[in-house]
């Protein structure tokens, strides 16, 4: 089976632990500051913990409807959470599952939030190098409005 892989790695002004929270806040926050991308995000089984599936739909500005998801862990202490799509869509008709860790790392002077995607295939074909550019690109672009959304309702992170 082969995978591709994206690297995001953002530096942020803020601690890792209120970085973390606002992005635990995920559902709530990216339909309101990227519509475009995410319609909405729904638990369809679970309560947030190790297990739970979400299933996301999209919006019009990505070439997807939909995706299951499932959480694979969630290390608060080490700031990372790691899930995995494992049906819709965005899989694209090659890919057995999209593995997503998230990691914030403590640094002087704030945080560094890391994002490692592999796109794990059925057979040879993977996503082209403009789709992967553009996910990059909708991922980076997403972590830093909810940076910004973190930032503009600070009595809620």
């Known amino acids: 089976m082969t995978s591709a892989s994206i690297e995001i790695e953002i530096p942020s002004s803020y601690p890792a632990d209120k970085v973390f929270k606002v992005f635990s806040d995920f559902d709530n926050i990216a339909p309101k500051v990227n519509p475009d991308v995410f319609k909405s995000i729904e638990t369809i089984e679970g309560n947030g913990d190790v297990g739970t599936k979400k299933i996301f739909t999209f919006g019009d500005a990505v070439p997807f409807t939909s995706g299951k998801y499932k959480v694979d862990a969630i290390d608060t202490s080490n700031f990372s959470y790691s899930y995995s799509f494992f049906d819709g869509d965005c899989l694209m ?48 672009k997403t972590f830093k409005a909810i940076e910004a959304y973190g930032a503009a309702h600070p009595e809620s992170y």
């Open 93 to 140: 008709g090659i890919l057995d599952s999209i593995t997503h860790h998230i990691k914030v790392v403590p640094c002087d002077g704030g945080s560094k939030f890391k994002q490692t995607v592999i796109y794990n295939c059925k057979g040879n074909d993977k996503p082209s190098e403009e789709i992967l550019k553009a996910e990059k690109e909708i991922y980076e």
